[in-house]
């Protein structure tokens, strides 16, 4: 049985905050949760306190968010001072300075000609944005059939309804009717016959990307808009892309017409140790998504980023006509902006993308000692990315990662699971001494449970 994490403290605060009932949790089981409840209530670098006071050392950066390290001061103060000046000021058809500055500063970051920007609040809805913008390109230049997108197996976009119908997680999907019609899926990259505790890309699997031949064959390369995929599948599980085969989807991609889209929520902002998944596989997409780490978590935002000429394919018309009927009221909201440029500030002044880089060899290293841990039957690794799948005890998926999540967290160490997958991305500040030290508690706690 998992003990309670909550201690007699903690339950005199929560006393304060009268009921856990109203709020209804995401992606939580919430009676489980509510029962027992892990509360945070304050954060600093690479740590959060528990509302009793304990301090969590955060393996997961948030959700894959807080790459710069929690509650810097040049963020916090930057959104503050953006509150007091310009609360709110839309971006239908007036603007502010933010988001044009902002977008400016992007795209010189962004890889090739991705320089067209496209702001959203989130994963999910850069993801539906993406998207669509893929649709109306081929729309706009008078190739209407094109409107198959191609998704993965285990690919994760959020969940709007664009998202989990090219997304490949069944429990994210089979609740909500039958999603959009037209899609197909690629197969997913996982093996553990063939790959298992593979460093970096495993060498096994490029010839998966192949299938996009067969996929193009069915149903003919002029009804298809776009394939979408994650560089690096982090929400499955951390499944690292086969040397070459992103090359390989590049280049079917390129030979029938078709939109190829990174989904660089999570790999990009330096996770993998370049600025983004794109420039460290060395494949340019045609748009890429992104959320998460280019605010630092503070303030929800996403964007889109597009290469030019798509951009350019939809300004021919007349100039007074609206060019996409698409965004949203917050689409470059200031505190957002406010709180992005801060974070891009700290990223290049701390050269945050290469620390990451310079770190990734001590983090393959420590995660791949876990190797002879109880009930470890892979590991995966890439940049400050690291994947730990369990054996699954029979006839209870998921319970043994859960137990440790429980128990790590009791022992002061925040991970990330995902069925029996243990997934790790610590904020790009962390320091050697505090890898070991996750890496002890992991060994720990795999010791402790069954
Ligand atoms: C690859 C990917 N895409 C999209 C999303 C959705 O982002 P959000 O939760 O901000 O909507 C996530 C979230 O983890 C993600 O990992």
């Known amino acids: 049985m998992i003990e309670s994490a909550i201690a007699p403290q903690q339950i005199q605060e929560l006393q304060t905050l009268s009921n856990l009932d109203a709020f209804w949790m995401p992606f939580t089981a919430n009676r489980q949760f509510k029962a027992h409840p892990r509360l945070m209530q304050s954060a600093k670098g690479m740590y959060y306190t528990t509302t009793d006071g304990r301090e969590i050392l955060d393996g997961t950066a948030g959700l894959w968010c807080v790459n710069a390290g929690h509650c810097r001061s040049q963020i916090t103060s930057a959104i503050a001072a953006q509150a007091t000046k310009m609360d709110f000021a839309p971006t239908f058809q007036m603007g502010h300075p933010g988001p044009f500055a902002l977008a400016e500063r992007l795209a010189a970051l962004l890889p090739g000609d991705l320089n067209r920007v496209f702001f959203a609040n989130s994963g999910s809805e850069a993801v539906d944005s993406a998207l669509k913008i893929a649709l109306a390109y081929h729309n706009v230049r008078g190739e209407s059939r094109r409107t ?136 340019l997409p045609d748009l890429m998504a992104v959320a998460k780490g280019i605010t630092n978590g503070a303030v929800p935002m ?124 610590p904020p790009l500040i962390v320091e050697k001494h505090q890898i070991d030290r996750m890496v002890e508690t992991l060994r720990e706690t795999l010791m402790t449970i069954d």
């Open 302 to 425: 996403g964007a889109v980023f597009a290469r030019d000429y798509l951009y350019e394919a939809f300004m021919q018309g007349p100039e007074g006509a609206i060019e996409l009927f698409h965004g949203y009221t917050y689409s470059g909201h200031p505190l957002a902006c406010a709180a992005a440029e801060a974070t891009l500030d700290i990223y290049e002044q701390e050269g945050l993308f290469e620390r990451a880089g310079s770190l990734a060899s001590y983090w393959e290293t420590a995660l791949h000692s876990l190797r002879d841990a109880p009930h470890v039957i892979d590991i995966r690794n890439l940049g400050l990315v690291g994947g730990i799948e369990l054996k699954p005890r029979p006839n209870a998926p998921g319970l043994r990662a859960y137990e440790a999540l429980v128990r790590c967290f009791e022992s002061g160490l925040l991970i990330r699971t995902t069925g029996d997958i243990i997934a790790l991305s």
């Open 148 to 283: 198959r997108l191609i998704g993965r197996e285990r690919g994760y976009h959020g969940v709007g309804f664009g998202g989990i119908s090219v997304g490949g997680i069944a429990t994210n999907r089979k609740w909500f009717g039958p999603l959009l019609p037209g899609v197909d899926h690629l197969p997913h990259t996982h093996s553990l016959a063939n790959n298992a505790f593979s460093k970096g890309q495993p060498t096994w699997g490029a010839e998966l990307a192949d299938d996009l031949e067969r996929i193009v064959a069915l149903h003919d390369p002029s009804t298809i808009a776009a394939v979408i995929v994650e560089p690096l599948a982090g929400s499955t599980g951390v499944l690292v892309p086969p040397k070459e085969y992103l090359q390989r989807l590049r280049s079917i991609c390129d030979r029938h017409g078709i939109l190829l889209i990174f989904d660089e929520v999570i790999t990009g902002f330096g996770r993998l140790g370049r600025g983004f998944g794109a420039e460290y596989f060395g494949v």
